[in-house]
């Protein structure tokens, strides 16, 4: 069974940054691709980074400049970096294991709240 477990919301004016971090228990980790979605009140959940087993990665077309998407495999962990953050970039933030291709199961953390004042 795996957990994911976010940490690193918070509040931030806007032009400022935040680094969001997700630890996976469990040993597929490594195997899977993981990443990061939002969700905005009133509005369905998106995808904003994803990162592959290899290290390739994708962005929304969004965040792509701002946001950086990184994996420490030894530690679990999947990062965050947001920069020049926006009041548009408020949302509950998910991490995401896409276990599908190996298991049949994808996990999800609790979500983390990012709130950018302007």
């Known amino acids: 069974q795996v957990q994911l477990v976010e940490s690193g919301g918070g509040l931030v004016q806007a032009g400022g940054s935040l680094r969001l971090s997700c630890v996976a228990s469990?040993?597929?980790?490594?195997?899977?691709?993981v990443g990061w979605y939002r969700q905005a009140p009133g509005k369905q959940r998106e995808l904003v980074a994803v990162i592959g087993s290899g290290g390739s990665t994708n962005y929304a077309g969004s965040v792509k400049g701002r946001f950086t998407i990184s994996r420490d495999n030894a530690k679990n962990t999947v990062y965050l970096q947001m920069n020049s953050l926006k009041p548009e970039d408020t949302a509950v933030y998910y991490c995401?294991?896409?276990?599908?291709?190996?298991?049949?199961?994808?996990?999800w953390g609790k979500g983390t709240l990012v709130t950018v004042s302007s």
């Open positions: 469990g040993s597929i980790f490594r195997l899977v691709a």
């Open positions: 995401n294991l896409n276990g599908l291709g190996y298991n049949g199961m994808n996990y």
